[in-house]
């Protein structure tokens, strides 16, 4: 009981405004707001709702009598902190806060919260902590003490009370410097890890996909790994790679990145850039969708465009899998099927059934096969490390010996050839 006192009660708005031309569908949205706030343990949901409204006001957001109404909501159920699923100004904030003295946490600051509360590698963490660093400095309306910090979350939610606004911004601004210098030798070492990475020979197959699509669940039926898999937004932050035998096909390695969202926070996108870099670089990208999820279109788009915003460009080998058709029903299935079958590079499976995944890996190994082609190499006699290598990545397809060496036939990838150039 003691432990349950100490959440913070917390309440959901959506607002939905006319004015918007990028509005999304209002219930939707809230459902995926509240999902949000119940990714982190801290918060008790307690209450949550969709605000109508034909234009943002400038200071306060909302008009008048619905500030007055929602705040006497707020009294009521003795609500602690209001998360605004949108965009809310510093001013519109500050005013908030003193009209319904509770804490304000628009979907920025929320989607900081859960990535500072989840993130694990050092990258990672660094990563979200100078971005919400960056979005803080722009409030200047709360405490930034990393030594009075109460919980592993960056302080929006909890922690010490108001401080001045000169303070917090040295504060910031220190603290930024200092982390700027831990990343530039973090990103040091990251470029050696994935030099190192480059002289695998095997092919990359990143999972990519809208957040709680099923990613992680699919990656721990392929590779028998243990990544954790949660009906939960957001479950999986930091990428996560295993090297899978494909059945009849090459050996690859799978990677599991973390989920994208609408409305994905600019103060992250750089944090988006350091975790997806597997994706940058790899040879296959299968897009993992939630087809029983009802905004599964717009899911797919957002997908696409932060992809393309990251430099993912369209000639990059793609497969779509519409994933979670387990929770369809046989009417809704047997029209996902029939959609599918007119694209041959989209699979409708079940990561939670198996069903289908084997068609997935059959595609899959024969997409990377496609990637492979035939090249004839001579080898002198001294070149016996060169020739052992080639056996050893078992691109040989034919050797024939000659007065000067060896006449070889090679079946392989351009990383393949690459590495081999480099040797």
């Keep these: 009981m003691e432990h349950e006192r100490t959440r913070t009660r917390a309440w959901v708005l959506h607002p939905e405004i006319k004015s918007d031309e ?3 569908v209002p219930g939707p949205a809230l459902e ?4 949000l706030a119940a990714a982190l343990p801290d918060l008790d949901v307690i209450g949550s709702e969709i605000v109508r409204l034909p234009r943002a006001q400038p200071g306060l957001l909302f ?3 619905k500030i007055e109404e929602l705040g006497e909501r707020f009294a009521e159920n003795e609500v602690e902190l209001v998360l605004i699923d949108g965009p809310v100004t510093p001013v519109q904030q500050r005013n908030l806060e003193k009209a319904w003295k509770v804490k304000i946490l628009d979907r920025t600051g929320l989607i900081l919260e859960i990535f500072s509360d989840r993130a694990r590698t050092r990258e990672g963490v660094l990563q979200v902590e100078m971005a919400a660093l960056s979005y803080q400095r722009t409030r200047l309306v709360r405490a930034w003490t990393h030594l ?4 592993g979350g960056l302080g929006f939610v909890g922690g010490p009370g108001e401080t001045q606004i000169e303070a917090d911004r040295r504060a910031i601004d220190d603290q930024l410097v200092r982390l700027r210098r831990q990343l530039e030798k973090v990103v040091k070492t990251r470029t050696l890890h994935r030099a190192a990475r480059a002289k695998v020979p095997y092919p990359i197959v990143a999972l990519v996909g809208y957040t709680n699509a ?5 990656f721990n039926r392929l590779t028998g790994a243990e ?3 949660k009906d939960m937004l957001f479950a999986t932050l930091d990428p996560t790679m295993r090297r899978v035998e494909l059945p009849d096909g090459p050996e690859v390695i799978l990677s599991d990145t973390v989920g994208f969202i609408s409305n994905l926070p600019t103060e992250l996108v750089a944090a988006f850039r350091a975790t997806l870099e597997e994706v940058l670089g790899a040879d296959l990208i299968v897009h993992v969708r939630d087809i029983s999820h009802q905004e599964t279109e717009a899911q797919s788009e957002d997908v696409n465009s932060i992809l393309a915003s990251l430099g993912v460009d ?4 793609h497969l779509e899998v519409w994933n979670k058709t387990d929770l369809l029903t046989d009417e809704e299935n047997q029209a996902v099927r029939a959609r599918a079958e007119r694209d041959p590079d989209v699979f409708p499976i079940s990561a939670v059934t198996g069903e289908g995944v084997e068609n997935l890996l059959a595609k ?3 997409v990377l096969q496609g990637l492979r082609h035939d090249e004839v190499l001579m080898l002198g006699f001294a070149d016996g490390d060169k020739r052992a290598w080639l056996f050893r990545q078992d691109v040989v397809r034919e050797e024939k010996q000659t007065e000067d060496g060896f006449e070889i036939t090679v079946k392989w990838t351009d990383k393949q050839a690459a590495r081999f150039a480099g040797l």
């Excluded at 099923?214 to 699919?218: A, D, E």
């Excluded at 369209?314 to 080998?317: E, G, I, M, Q, V």
């Design 364 to 366: 899959i190994a024969e």
């Design 214 to 218: 099923g990613k992680s669940t699919l």
């Design 314 to 317: 369209d000639t990059r080998p």
């Design 148 to 151: 009075e910090r109460q919980r």
């Design 227 to 229: 990544v954790m898999a």
């Design 22 to 24: 990028q509005r999304r």
């Design 63 to 65: 008009g008048s009598g």
């Design 32 to 35: 995926e707001a509240v999902a």
